[in-house]
């Protein structure tokens, strides 16, 4: 299958510092990504959908100005969370479509101290 | 929208043992089942999938039935080893749509 590559696996940091996530496609070009957020033992929570060439699109209850991203080429989005607070501290990660298949990377454990 | 309920939210069984989840959906566009296995910690991986002109599909000891009258599809797992325990979530997408509607999850057990 197709294969998504999320850096970095895991962060800490402290309160009001910002964090970006990478993801690439390594194999495929995907012109949407899509981020999504997972406390633990909870299901994934779909955050917004990221457009290769435009502007994401938010889902209902996630700030975009918290949650910044870009989608520079066909290979690559990045999920920005900036101002971090405590309450940001989450599994973070993303997907990607190739061949009619959901594609996941292997997310990013965000921790705020 | 689409609404997936997954039952049951934890399951424990014996190694060797068979474990079944269960799924129903509301939107009746929707035509595209894929289960997904996570390991803690990990990201979710496609296990199988089914398409709503199918009835069931079988790959080894894991199958997945799909009722569309009722709305409904299962996720079969046969002669469970301990390295089955995750957590899987079952998922419904409709036509050409990538984003899916996935359910809560089940954390299956198998004890050896």
């Known amino acids: 299958g197709a294969v998504v590559s999320q850096h970095p696996s895991w962060v800490i940091c402290k309160s009001g510092t910002s964090v970006k996530i990478e993801c690439r496609s390594l194999?495929?070009?995907?012109?949407?990504m899509f981020w999504y957020r997972q406390f633990p033992k909870q299901s994934l929570m779909l955050m917004a959908t990221?457009?290769?060439?435009?502007?994401?699109?938010?889902e209902q209850g996630v700030e975009k100005d918290k949650f910044l991203i870009n989608h520079a080429s066909l290979t690559l989005s990045t999920l920005t969370v900036t101002s971090a607070h405590p309450e940001d501290s989450s599994f973070y990660i993303c997907s990607a479509p190739s061949n009619e298949k959901l594609f996941f990377g292997s997310g990013t454990q965000l921790s705020v101290l | 929208g689409e609404n997936v309920e997954q039952h049951p939210s934890t399951l424990s069984v014996q190694e060797g043992d068979s474990a079944v989840i269960k799924c129903t959906y509301s939107d009746s566009a929707s035509n595209y089942f894929p289960w997904y296995k996570q390991e803690l910690g990990k990201r979710p991986q496609l296990i199988i999938d089914i398409r709503s002109n199918v009835g069931e599909k079988k790959d080894q000891r894991i199958a997945v039935t799909l009722n569309k009258t009722a709305k409904h599809f299962s996720l079969h797992i046969t002669e469970t080893q301990p390295e089955d325990s995750a957590v899987y979530f079952c998922a419904a997408l409709s036509g050409g749509s990538y984003i899916p509607t996935f359910g809560r999850g089940t954390s299956l057990i198998v004890h050896p």
């Open positions: 194999d495929f070009q995907a012109t949407t």
């Open positions: 990221s457009n290769e060439g435009s502007k994401a699109t938010y």
